[in-house]
């Protein structure tokens, strides 16, 4: 299987502040032109508030934008990560739609998030982390207001005491099973991605390639092979299995801004990401499948 070769570099797996990245739209499309990026996708977190309010100015930046959303479902009672691309653009009323009501629940988790967090003893409000929060308010924005009241020395220990999952707070809300998920971004016009396939921790090769198998049947489309969370090897097994199942790659740095420092724009951590805009192209042509 031949390497990439390109000078001509994209990322497509980014977040605003319109979820849990730092950086407001159209200053990561600032960013993305600053770095020399082809093509930008935007995948928020339930949400297409950032596509929306960055697509002007990337039309005025002459920057590819690429609209998408990171969904996060449940399957088997694991959380998995879904990326969908809406490559002709916008996608319609119905999955927005959809959104509307995972936002709702995602408030409703809030609510009772709070009221654990004060159970332990925790001086914190709901108010304090809308600030941070802004239009979606997520446990990365409850972790932030931890770390600067002091209960957390840093982000990752807030979640690991407090708000992960199996920590002391933790408060599950309802989440869309992943083969829905799936069967939304496709019946909307998108393409489902498996993200971060890594983060399933499969516990053999021969496990993780039956549920990747089992994806493909259920309506997956690609996997996301470059990512700041995957080594060369990781690299080499999921292109292998893109091949092997017919799947579309992609990839991307997770960028988030100051939520997660150590990952770049474009380049990921330490330099680990590099995509080509070849993967776009190829992207558009299993789209028009």
């Given amino acids: 299987m031949r390497n990439w070769v390109s000078s001509r570099l994209i990322d497509l797996h980014t977040h605003t502040n319109e979820s849990d990245g730092t950086l407001e739209p ?38 590819e934008l690429v609209c998408g959303i990171e969904l996060s479902t449940k399957d088997d009672g694991q959380t998995v990560h879904l990326l969908g691309y809406f490559l002709s653009g916008s996608p319609g009323a119905i999955i927005r739609e959809r959104m509307a009501e995972i936002q709702q629940s995602r408030r409703d988790r809030n609510d009772r998030l709070v009221a654990r967090l004060n159970g332990l003893g925790l001086d914190i409000t709901l108010d304090e982390v809308r600030a941070v929060g802004r239009g979606m308010t997520g446990r990365p924005h409850f972790a932030r207001v ?16 407090y708000i992960g999952e199996g920590a002391s707070a933790f408060v599950e809300r309802d989440s869309i099973t992943l083969y829905d998920a799936i069967q939304l971004v496709a019946g ?63 990839g991307g740095s997770d960028f988030h801004g100051d939520t997660k420092p150590n990952v770049l724009l474009g380049t990921g951590r330490s330099g680990n990401v590099s995509v080509p805009i070849e993967v776009l192209s190829r992207l558009r042509a299993q789209a028009a499948i």
């Fill in 26 to 63: 159209v200053e990561l499309i600032r960013e993305a032109t600053r770095v020399g990026l082809e093509a930008l996708g935007i995948t928020d977190h339930d949400t297409f508030a950032g596509y929306d309010k960055a697509l002007p100015a990337a039309r005025s930046a002459g920057l």
């Fill in 146 to 161: 931890l770390v600067r009241k002091g209960y957390a020395a840093t982000i990752q220990e807030a979640f690991e005491r």
């Fill in 188 to 250: 909307s016009g998108g393409l489902p991605v498996l993200a971060h396939p890594i983060r399933l921790r499969s516990r053999d090769t021969e496990e993780e390639d039956a549920r990747i198998a089992r994806l493909k049947t259920a309506g997956l489309a690609g996997i996301e092979v470059y990512h700041s969370d995957h080594s060369p090897p990781d690299v080499v097994r999921y292109r292998i299995l893109a091949s092997k199942y017919g799947l579309a790659i992609t």
